[in-house]
Nanobody
Framework: QVQLAESGGGLVQAGDSLRLSCAAS????????MGWFRQAPGKEREFVAI????????RYADFVRGRFTISRDNAKNTVYLQMNNLKPEDTAVYYC?????????????????WGQGTQVTVFS
């Protein structure tokens, strides 16, 4: 298991950009599929993006494709979510998650480690 800590959230205007970071501690970060999820008030947690542990597969939710980019730096045990052209509907708590030897699942239940979340608020 890895321990995860997100940072980089904030209050921004529509059209602005943010980069979220997720620092991992523990063993074998390189063998973990990493994901970003988000949860808005009154809604269920939803998939945003994943980057497979092999580094060869990325997947995005339809509502962020073309605006968000997930990446990782294994030397720094960190995964990033670059968010461009933010919209008010992107307002949510964003969570980083890890799945040891994970595949391409977009389901929260397939991720065993979670961070505490970072708030992103986008105003128009």
């Amino acid at each position: 298991q890895v321990q995860l800590a997100e940072s980089g959230g904030g209050l921004v205007q529509a059209g602005d950009s943010l980069r979220l970071s997720c620092a991992a501690s523990g063993d074998k970060f390189i063998l973990h599929t990493m994901g970003w999820f988000r949860q808005a008030p009154g809604k269920e947690r939803e998939f945003v993006a994943i980057l497979n542990w092999t580094g060869r597969t990325t997947r995005y939710a339809d509502f962020v494709r073309g605006r968000f980019t997930i990446s990782r730096d294994n030397a720094k045990n960190t995964v990033y979510l670059q968010m461009n052209n933010l919209k008010p509907e992107d307002t949510a708590v964003y969570y980083c998650a890890a799945s040891f030897f994970g595949g391409d699942s977009e389901l929260p239940r397939d991720f065993g480690s979670w961070g505490q979340g970072t708030q992103v608020t986008v105003f128009s």
